[in-house]
């Protein structure tokens, strides 16, 4: 990962431990449930300083590098509808060969 993806993935690891859960905000939807699933978007992003809306492909595309590494995977993608996107985090960077 580049200095930039780390910076992004501390950053997601931060709203991880903060108080508000995608379970908390649908307890009817199963797949929101979880301790493991954490908010996170461009605008929460540019707000820590680290994108704007100038780069934001950057954003995404480095979402994803830490995604094809094995370290979140996106549980639902706010892109689209410009909401926040529910991510969980993972263990497949344990097993992570290279080859994403």
Not at 8 to 30: H, I, N, S, T, V
Request: no cysteine.
């Amino acid at each position: 990962l580049t200095n930039n993806q780390r910076l992004l993935f501390m950053y997601m690891k931060a709203q991880y431990f903060g108080k508000r859960k995608p379970g908390k905000d649908f307890p009817d939807e199963a797949r929101l449930e979880g301790d493991e699933l954490f908010y996170f978007n461009l605008s929460l992003a540019e707000k820590y300083g680290l994108y704007n809306r100038g780069n934001h492909m950057q954003f995404y595309n480095d979402v994803k590098a830490i995604e094809n590494h094995g370290f979140i995977k996106t549980v639902i993608n706010g892109y689209s509808t410009k909401t926040r996107s529910v991510y969980k985090f993972t263990g497949e960077w344990k097993v992570w060969n290279g080859q994403s």
